[in-house]
């Protein structure tokens, strides 16, 4: 079975700086990674999404993440954050399941807090 | 293109009243999902849809029903609210991949529930 683990559950830091918001995950078979933000009263949207291929993904806003398969993380980072960055980031993982069908798991959240 | 909807946005209920929320997709997408977002505990899968007519339960369903009767639909009923039912509700869909986990979930913009 799947899990997720977002070790920070709030990072705050000052515009211009840069930041890592960490997530490590457990998992017996392959999976996809993904990273939501979700903005002050708004649902999730989508940041980027590892599948396969080049461990490093690029996502908007300036965003991105390397998975790393022997440490099992998906660490998500920003060299330089502005004040609007301020949201709840999530983790999520997905594995493929028996009988074709499967269910994406999330980590409790990251509240990245962006200070002037 | 309106994406995912869900109604109403906001909804106030005295403990043992019953209400049912709506979420609607635009996407032709096979996969739904209801969520409860609580402080601190992340996103937690209520109950699923992987099509038309079926529906499955997630981790947390007890005091929930949903039903799946279009495919552009999916409900979400509480029938006897508890104060512990309050919470943000959010809706997400999913594109069908083969049954591999690879395609990201599209969210609703949520439903704040308070249950007195």
């Known amino acids: 079975a799947q899990s997720v683990t977002q070790l920070d559950s709030q990072v705050p830091v000052f515009e211009e700086a840069p930041v890592e918001l960490r997530c490590n995950y457990s998992s017996s078979v392959s999976v996809y990674l993904f990273w939501y933000v979700q903005y002050p009263n708004q649902g999730l949207q989508l940041l980027l999404k590892?599948?396969?291929?080049?461990?490093l993904v690029k996502g908007i806003n300036g965003f991105e993440a390397e998975f790393n398969k022997s440490q099992t993380s998906f660490h998500l980072r920003k060299p330089s954050v502005h004040i609007s960055d301020t949201a709840e980031y999530f983790c999520a993982v997905s594995e493929w399941a028996s009988g074709g069908s499967y269910i994406p798991t999330f980590g409790r959240g990251t509240s990245l807090i962006v200070h002037p | 293109n309106a994406g995912v909807t869900q109604t109403p946005k906001f909804r106030v209920l005295k403990t043992g009243q019953s209400m049912t929320l709506l979420c609607a997709q635009d996407m032709n997408h096979e996969y739904m999902y209801w969520y409860r977002q609580d402080p601190g505990m992340g996103l937690r899968l209520i109950h699923y849809s992987v099509g038309e007519g079926t529906t499955a339960k997630g981790e947390v369903p007890d005091g929930y029903n949903v039903s799946r009767l279009k495919k552009q639909n999916f409900l979400l009923g509480l029938e006897s609210a508890a104060p512990s039912q309050t919470s943000v509700y959010f809706c997400?869909?999913?594109?069908?991949?083969?049954?591999?986990?690879?395609?990201?979930?599209?969210f609703g913009p949520g439903t704040r529930l308070t249950v007195l």
């Open positions: 997400a869909s999913q594109r069908l991949a083969g049954g591999l986990g690879y395609n990201e979930q599209f």
């Open positions: 590892y599948l396969s291929g080049s461990t």
